[in-house]
């Protein structure tokens, strides 16, 4: 069973600091994707990571994946107050023809603080 | 197009209501997929419709009862629910095909059960 483990859950910051969002995964994973929700919105899709070494980079945000640690990192660069939310990791559970099975992380509740 | 929507935002009923939710997509996509939320949780599967068809069902209680009537529609139907049904409600859909797998959510439905 995939289990997915994010850290922290909280995470309150200063503005213009830098930190990183840790998400572990149990088992092989060929995917894994990182979304942020705004309180009582939904889900924005953040970034898709395909593939062992892949960066994608969003503003002050930038991901990466290593797929042999079963790690991905969401990176906060100069940290904003608009970029207070709750951040999820998910990895890809299951990849059939079907639809896409996917293991969220608990969520980082991220404040940003002036 | 390339949203996915959801109607009602916000939904109060009574324990012994019908009610339903809805979600539309026009993006071709022929995955779609029901989510329930709650508070400060991430996201639970609950049902996935892959070209029309249930093909996973999370366990979910009878008393929701899931229906794809076309590619672009999906309900949810709602009957006898209790105040722990509660909750966030969203819908997503994804890209059948593909090797992003990405899921695309809508803004939810706030359901309160009384």
């Known amino acids: 069973e995939l289990k997915v483990e994010q850290n922290p859950l909280f995470l309150s910051m200063q503005e213009g600091k830098n930190y990183t969002i840790y998400c572990n995964y149990s088992t092989t994973s060929d995917r894994l994707y990182w979304y942020r929700q705004d309180p009582g919105k939904s889900l924005e899709s953040l970034f898709v990571?395909?593939?062992?070494?892949a960066v994608k980079q969003e503003g002050r945000l930038m991901a990466s994946l290593d797929t042999k640690a079963r790690l991905s990192t969401l990176h906060i660069t100069a940290a904003v107050h608009d970029l207070s939310a709750t951040y999820f990791c998910?990895?890809?559970?299951?990849?059939?023809?079907?639809?896409?099975?996917?293991?969220f992380g608990e969520g980082t509740q991220l404040t940003v603080n002036p | 197009d390339t949203e996915v929507t959801q109607t009602p935002k916000h939904l109060v009923m009574g324990m012994t209501n019908k009610k339903s939710l809805k979600c539309e997509q026009h993006?071709?996509?022929?995955?779609m997929y029901w989510y329930k939320q709650k508070a400060k949780k991430p996201p639970e599967l609950m049902f996935v419709y892959s070209y029309e068809k249930l093909s996973i069902n999370e366990s979910v209680p009878s008393r929701f009862s899931p229906e794809c009537p076309n590619s672009s529609l999906l309900n949810l139907h709602l009957h006898a629910l209790q105040p722990e049904d509660s909750a966030l409600y969203l819908c997503?859909?994804?890209?059948?095909?593909?090797?992003?797998?990405?899921?695309?959510f809508g803004p939810g439905t706030r359901l309160t059960v009384t």
């Open positions: 998910a990895a890809l559970d299951r990849m059939e023809a079907s639809g896409s099975r996917l293991t």
């Open positions: 997503a859909s994804s890209l059948l095909g593909t090797s992003m797998h990405e899921q695309y």
């Open positions: 990571l395909l593939s062992n070494g």
């Open positions: 993006m071709g996509h022929r995955a």
